[in-house]
């Protein structure tokens, strides 16, 4: 019962954000499930801002159709730190911009702090990667791991020729800013396919629905799995089901 318990706290508990004084820990953020509104919960002064996006032509031409392009939120809770939602219209976090001002730890547990890191030392910190990296029309150059971590440091527009890159002159560059990009839709369906089947007094209700019960009126809690689940919900019970049994008013 006291497992079920600790179930049910999780299930009902708003995740908090917590960080060190001077250094972020990006791994408590977690992309893709972190919303708009759960930003303006943590800080009512959550502002609007512009960015300038380093992968894209600085000519506004082209856009990266997963993410809102060019537009941001700040917290006072996280100085660097810019967040981006996920397609215009949803208020999902999928796209972290980390400006000069972030010191901390990326979401993989490396410290940086982007007033004085050069290309050199992100280099060396990682095995593979892919380097100077461009859309050809932008001012920056990447270096990015695994499509997921993106660094760029400054095109230097006066150097000739421009390629083949000069990997000595722009490994001694400065980063000027890191993007942390997540694939929504692959986390989505994922979680979609994992999903338990959620039970409240005999009704199939939705993890929305779940959500907004109160801990006081839950009675008690039955946990099915595996062969248990589907003899009694059948295929829908695959995943799991979680039954809930409210108080009677």
Same mark, same amino acid.
């Given at each position: 019962?006291?497992?079920?318990?600790?179930?049910?706290?999780?299930?009902?508990?708003?995740?908090?954000?917590?960080?060190?004084?001077?250094?972020?820990?990006?791994?408590?953020?977690?992309?893709?499930?972190?919303?708009?509104?759960?930003?303006?919960?943590?800080?009512?002064?959550?502002?609007?801002?512009?960015?300038?996006?380093?992968?894209?032509?600085?000519?506004?031409?082209?856009?990266?159709?997963?993410?809102?392009?060019?537009?941001?939120?700040?917290?006072?809770?996280?100085?660097?730190?810019?967040?981006?939602?996920?397609?215009?219209?949803?208020?999902?976090?999928?796209?972290?911009?980390?400006?000069?001002?972030?010191?901390?730890?990326?979401?993989?547990?490396?410290?940086?702090?982007?007033?004085?890191?050069?290309?050199?030392?992100?280099?060396?910190?990682?095995?593979?990667?892919?380097?100077?990296?461009?859309?050809?029309?932008?001012?920056?150059?990447?270096?990015?791991?695994?499509?997921?971590?993106?660094?760029?440091?400054?095109?230097? #527009? &006066?150097?000739? /020729?421009? *390629?083949?890159? !000069?990997? @000595?002159?722009?490994? $001694?560059?400065? +980063?000027?800013? %890191?993007?942390?990009?997540?694939?929504?839709?692959?986390?989505?369906?994922?979680? #979609? &396919?994992?999903? /338990?089947? *959620?039970?409240? !007094?005999? @009704?199939?209700?939705? $993890?929305?629905? +779940?959500?907004? %019960?109160?801990?006081?009126?839950?009675?008690?809690?039955?946990?099915?799995?595996?062969?248990?689940?589907?003899?009694? *919900?059948?295929?829908?019970? @695959?995943?799991?089901?979680?039954?809930?049994?409210?108080?009677?008013?």
């Amino acid at each position: 019962m006291k497992k079920i318990s600790i179930i049910l706290i999780l299930l009902f508990s708003i995740k908090s954000f917590s960080q060190q004084k001077d250094a972020i820990r990006l791994s408590d953020i977690k992309l893709c499930n972190l919303t708009l509104e759960d930003l303006k919960q943590n800080d009512a002064d959550l502002k609007q801002a512009n960015l300038e996006e380093m992968n894209l032509c600085s000519d506004e031409f082209v856009e990266d159709g997963r993410f809102e392009n060019r537009i941001g939120y700040t917290s006072k809770l996280y100085p660097g730190v810019i967040f981006q939602k996920y397609h215009k219209d949803l208020n999902i976090i999928a796209k972290i911009h980390l400006s000069k001002d972030f010191k901390g730890y990326l979401p993989d547990g490396t410290y940086v702090d982007l007033k004085t890191i050069q290309a050199s030392e992100i280099i060396a910190k990682y095995d593979s990667l892919d380097i100077w990296t461009s859309r050809g029309c932008s001012d920056y150059l990447g270096i990015n791991r695994n499509k997921e971590i993106y660094f760029y440091v400054k095109l230097n #527009q &006066k150097k000739k /020729p421009r *390629y083949p890159i !000069d990997n @000595k002159y722009y490994s $001694e560059q400065q +980063i000027e800013g %890191i993007d942390i990009v997540s694939d929504c839709y692959s986390i989505q369906q994922n979680e #979609q &396919k994992i999903q /338990p089947l *959620y039970i409240v !007094d005999g @009704k199939e209700v939705t $993890e929305k629905i +779940i959500a907004e %019960i109160k801990p006081d009126d839950v009675d008690s809690i039955n946990v099915l799995k595996e062969v248990s689940a589907t003899e009694k *919900y059948g295929e829908k019970g @695959k995943n799991g089901v979680i039954e809930i049994f409210l108080k009677k008013k």
